[in-house]
T-cell receptor, first 109, second 114 residues
Framework: GDKVKQSPSALSLQEGTNSALRCNFS?????VQWFLQNPRGSLINLFY???GTKENGRLKSAFDSKESYSTLHIRDAQLEDSGTYFC???????????FGTGTRLQVLP | EAAVTQSPRSKVAVTGGKVTLSCHQT?????MYWYRQDTGHGLRLIHY???????EKGDIPDGYKASRPSQENFSLILELASLSQTAVYFC?????????????FGHGTKLSVL
């Protein structure tokens, strides 16, 4: 099965609203990264996390290694937040980074 | 900001032909990676390298070779391109150890094999 499972797979939001994306891991993850792939295809690194939380502007992310999940909260969504969000977890067994299949987010005016 | 540059940005290749994708980083990072992304999917690791003149197999290495002639440069080589290798290829770099550094990606190379 999927080692890194993201939910939801797709999401539409009205501009100005809030949302949360989630990753569940079936691997022992030591670190988590969140990326935004914008409509042009570029991958932008949003967060790099050890267990705990980080905040950057309207984005906040948390990583709980014991419960094997991570979340990305988007506050006051803007049109430029549209794209596909990927989480990626480093496996403590292999030291390799495993990607989820992404959450496609569309922010509507 | 970390810089990873890929070339070409896109390429059309014929089945059975040889394809070389190039990646250059100016981050002074030890680790470099090649991933492929298929439509609607996440990224899968093909090859990686943690030091010049050495490469390691990732999760899907079959049909691909890699070359790391220097710390800055990492190439992905398809000796006999096949239709199934049509995808977007991303190069990335990270710092001194896998477990302590974030990944920085290039803009990707769209490869179409006809």
């Amino acid at each position: 099965g999927d080692k890194v499972k993201q939910s939801p797979s797709a999401l539409s939001l009205q501009e100005g609203t809030n949302s949360a994306l989630r990753c569940n891991f079936s691997i022992a993850a030591t670190t988590v990264q969140w990326f935004l792939q914008n409509p042009r295809g570029s991958l932008i690194n949003l967060f790099y996390l050890v267990p705990g939380t980080k905040e950057n502007g309207r984005l906040k992310s948390a990583f709980d290694s014991k419960e094997s999940y991570s979340t990305l909260h988007i506050r006051d969504a803007q049109l430029e937040d549209s794209g596909t969000y990927f989480c990626a977890a480093e496996s403590s067994n292999t030291n390799k980074v495993v990607f989820g299949t992404g959450t496609r987010l569309q922010v509507l005016p | 900001e970390a810089a990873v540059t890929q070339s070409p940005r896109s390429k059309v290749a014929v089945t059975g032909g040889k394809v070389t994708l190039s990646c250059h980083q100016t981050n002074n990072h030890d680790y470099m990676y090649w991933y492929r992304q298929d439509t609607g999917h996440g990224l899968r690791l093909i090859h990686y390298s943690y030091v010049a003149d050495s490469t390691e197999k990732g999760d899907i290495p079959d049909g691909y070779k890699a070359s790391r002639p220097s710390q800055e440069n990492f190439s992905l080589i398809l000796e006999l391109a096949s239709l199934s290798q049509t995808a977007v290829y991303f190069c990335a770099s990270s710092g001194t150890t896998i477990s302590n550094e974030r990944l920085f990606f290039g803009h990707g190379t769209k490869l179409s094999v006809l």
